[in-house]
């Protein structure tokens, strides 16, 4: 036993090793398990980047320290086996760095949204390179100075600056997760965050324990063993829970495979619980000449115009003022359910380059996005006029003389059996040639 | 984005028309709908699709209507008084435009003095402003004209319709403003060229079918022309469109080199175009697609390049003034015309020399102009058609 201490390769090391690769292959299968049942394609979310980035880290924490605490029996060290790559490089900025940085970055965003209601200043793929900086520079610090004896051991002048960088990160993170502590989340974020502060917290203590012995105790056989089990082992228990306990939208947050009830609902609104209570007029009752915006509050003359609009390409205005209008059935006692909505349609519709991204003037769109109370109930008035104008002058026009509103109107004369006629209608000059799904972005995932 | 719209682009044109086959002989009813189909298409064959492309307020639809207006029945007195919402529509918002941002050149400008309404004009121009922000306008009344009308002539607003470059004012503003008392008629109905000018901006689709059938000519060509919405969000929405199109009609404001986006204030118009003619062009559906480019908005350039020098854009930043007055124009027009020459012939592959590329002079507004613009695009297309078919 004493022989393989120090060279590697005893019977509890492969244990281990076993054990983080059982992890590593579940951590995986987690992750893409709902790509392949959901076949979900909101890849572009900064949700799905921080994912992919914590399952690279996770990997490189674990190989990180397969390759650095001599599990493995090794004899002669090539160059890419070298102490520095792995024990600082890939443990560090690559690895633990990466993780917490990830899990800062996210527990931020909630923090700006929730608390601050409002957009966060900084894009995630800015911030999380600045706060793993610290972590660089202490990698580069420590690859110059090269303190490392031959078993990859620090002394204990340098185990105690780096496991105060390691905790340093684990406090800000509690840090930020406890001034969110008063906000009643709709889809457990909450729950999720504290759980896996629990969680990794204890595995976090073990794991810097079993770090701070396994760096100091070099004389003693039985406990080097010990201790790099136990940290193969902690760490892969890290990994784990830390990557399943998530922290995003409903949504965006497939990657959670726990069931829960959102997952099967298709709307935001709809996960959201916003009730349909709009204005259900007999639709006879509908007066044509009053103003568009009046009319648009009738849900099934919106729909109707929503049908048209669709099929003249035109569609996600109509899209955005449905789903503002739903935003505006929560009251604004509720502003954490506001800020989801809210949050959902800046992401959908207001965000340059977006899915659905909707005509408005650049000073409109600003102002969304710089906005400092996202659960304010005029966040979108603004944008809200603007597109009526647009729709106004575009298609309202066109939409009386189209097969929709005739449709609309036949159906509800069917309604109150009325035996008013329609007549001179016109057809519409709109687009006869493009005919196909109704909801022109939906073709945009078939070409993917 | 762009770049998910041309890897998809490719996928469509690449798609092939789906056949049945094995079905074809059990179902005879499939046959029937396929040889319907089949008809339809030999019927819809010889119309020509002509597709309206370009940056936002390009003049695309400006187009479009002159197209209604030249070959087709033109617009009907009912179309006529729609428009009339429209057009004041324009007018409040030209006015709050110009009222808010003389306030905000008042408070941010080194030479902010210049433009401070003057006192009497203050409570007006809040007024308007309100007016302008919102949803529904009232009925531009002879007062509200002569209100508009005086704040208009306030120094102040002139001066910062000068730098109206940066304010994003629409570019019937001054025709507009100058004709209030007519606009303000209670029995007001627009004119052709009122029509003309109204601006709105295009969000989705449309599409004419017509044929220049000229006085001489028997057989015209039918065309169907599309008509699109030009900002960012909207062009996504194009390559619904891309298959099967004899010729881009691509729209460039000329004047606009000095403007920024409506949809992105920190990006030049001329710059957006310049990228956008190139996506457009490097689009693999377009390879036999014929290209004309009309270099539009030329009565607002030739104003314009005298004073405001054509190098502050910086795809022309290499352009050295030469003379002034008319000489001066043609050199600044002539210096334009090459910079789309070539980048129309460094994005066109070695494998797509073969179709027709023109460019031409153009004021949408100007319908002797357009018309004569036209018949030369006609007769292109169908000296192409000839060539194509084998017989010239």
């Known amino acids: 036993m004493a022989s393989c201490a120090f060279a590697g390769g005893c019977p509890s090391d492969y244990v281990a090793i076993a054990f983080s690769a059982a992890s590593l292959i579940v951590l995986f299968a987690r992750a893409t398990y709902p790509f392949l049942v959901h076949k979900v394609a909101s890849t572009k979310s900064s949700g799905f980047g921080l994912v992919i980035i914590q399952l690279v880290g996770s990997f490189n924490l674990l190989i990180s320290l397969v390759m650095s605490i001599n599990f493995l029996k090794i004899k002669h060290r090539h160059q890419w086996q070298e102490c520095y790559i792995w024990a600082v490089w890939f443990e560090g900025p690559l690895g633990f760095g990466l993780l917490m940085s990830c899990r800062i970055v996210q527990a931020f965003q909630l923090y700006y949204a929730f608390v601050k209601r409002q957009l966060p200043p900084l894009r995630s793929r800015i911030f999380l390179p600045m706060i793993l900086l610290p972590w660089i520079a202490g990698a580069a610090l420590i690859h110059v100075r090269k303190p490392m004896n031959r078993w990859c051991h620090m002394r204990s002048q340098w185990v105690i600056p780096v496991v105060c960088l390691h905790g340093l990160y684990v406090a800000s993170l509690v840090g930020v997760t406890r001034a969110l502590r008063h906000i009643e989340f709709r889809f457990h974020e909450f729950d999720d965050l504290s759980q896996g502060i629990t969680v990794s917290s204890i595995s976090i203590g073990l794991w810097v324990a079993t770090y701070i012995l396994n760096e100091l105790h070099e004389d003693i056989p039985w406990l080097q063993v010990l201790s790099r089990f136990l940290l193969l082992v902690t760490a892969s228990i890290l990994v784990l829970a830390f990557f399943s306990l998530s922290v995003s939208q409903p949504l965006l947050s497939q990657m959670s495979l726990r069931k829960r009830e959102h997952l099967e609902l298709k709307t935001m609104s709809s996960a959201l619980g916003i009730r349909d209570n709009g204005i259900i007029l007999r639709t006879a009752m509908l007066d044509i000449n009053r103003p568009l915006d009046e009319l648009l509050q009738h849900t099934r003359f919106r729909q109707s115009f929503m049908a048209f609009a669709d099929s003249c390409l035109a569609g996600e205005s109509l899209h955005f003022y449905d789903e503002v209008y739903e935003l505006s059935k929560i009251p604004i006692n509720d502003p954490v359910r506001r800020v989801y909505m809210a949050r959902y349609i800046i992401e959908k519709y207001i965000v340059a380059g977006s899915e659905m991204e909707v005509n408005i003037s650049h000073r409109t769109r600003q102002e969304i996005l710089g906005t400092l109370d996202l659960a304010h109930p005029n966040l979108f008035s603004g944008s809200i006029i603007e597109l009526i104008r647009l729709i106004k002058m575009n298609l309202a026009k066109d939409y009386w003389s189209s097969m929709f509103y005739v449709k609309f109107k036949e159906e509800s004369l069917k309604e109150s059996d009325g035996n008013e006629c329609v007549t001179g209608l016109e057809f519409s000059p709109r687009l006869s040639a493009i005919r196909g799904s109704d909801n022109p972005f939906h073709h945009d995932n078939d070409f993917h | ?392």
């Open chain 2, 1 to 392: 984005m762009l770049s998910v719209v041309i890897e998809s682009m490719g996928l469509l044109c690449s798609r092939q028309r789906s056949v049945n086959e094995a079905d074809n002989q059990e179902n005879v009813q499939a046959a029937e709908i396929e040889r319907r189909i089949a008809q339809e298409v030999k019927a819809e064959k010889h119309i020509q699709k002509l597709l309206l492309l370009g940056a936002g307020e390009s003049g695309k639809s400006t187009i479009f209507k002159q197209i209604k207006l030249l070959f087709q029945t033109g617009f009907d007195e009912a179309e006529l008084k729609s428009y009339a919402s429209v057009i004041h529509a324009n007018v409040y918002q030209t006015i709050k435009l110009l009222h808010d941002g003389a306030k905000e050149l008042a408070q941010n400008d080194a030479d902010s003095l210049k433009y401070v309404i003057s006192l009497e004009n203050k409570e007006i121009g809040e007024k308007l402003s309100e007016i302008g922000s919102r949803l529904d306008y009232p009925h531009l009344t002879k007062e509200l004209a002569n209100d508009i009308e005086i704040l208009w002539k306030d120094a102040a607003i002139q001066e910062t319709y000068s730098r109206g470059n940066v304010l994003q004012v629409p570019d019937c503003a001054q025709y507009f403003m100058e004709n209030l008392q007519r606009l303000s008629d209670v029995n007001y109905i627009p004119t052709k060229e009122d029509v003309l000018y109204a601006r709105v901006r295009t969000t989705g689709v449309a599409e004419i079918q017509f044929s220049p059938v000229g006085e001489s000519r028997k057989s015209g060509e039918v065309y169907r022309l599309f008509d699109v919405g030009g900002q960012r969000n909207e062009r996504r929405k194009w390559i619904h469109l891309f298959e099967g199109v004899t010729a881009v009609i691509f729209c460039a404001a000329i004047s606009e080199y000095d403007q920024m986006l409506f949809e992105d204030e920190n990006k030049n118009r001329m710059m957006e175009t310049k990228e956008l003619f190139d996506w457009v062009l490097r689009q693999p559906c377009f390879e036999k697609t014929s290209f004309m480019l009309l270099l539009n908005k030329f009565d607002i350039f030739e104003k314009k390049v005298l004073k405001v020098p054509l190098n502050v854009c910086e795809w022309f930043k290499d352009y050295k003034p030469l003379a002034n007055g008319k000489q001066e124009v043609e050199h600044a027009y002539e210096f334009v015309k090459k910079k789309f020459e070539e980048l129309y012939f460094q994005s066109t592959g070695p494998d797509h020399v073969d179709r027709a590329f023109k460019i031409y002079r153009t004021t949408a507004l100007d319908q002797k102009l357009m018309k004569k613009t036209f018949k030369l695009v006609d007769e292109t297309l169908m000296r192409r058609n000839l060539i194509e078919a084998g017989l010239l």
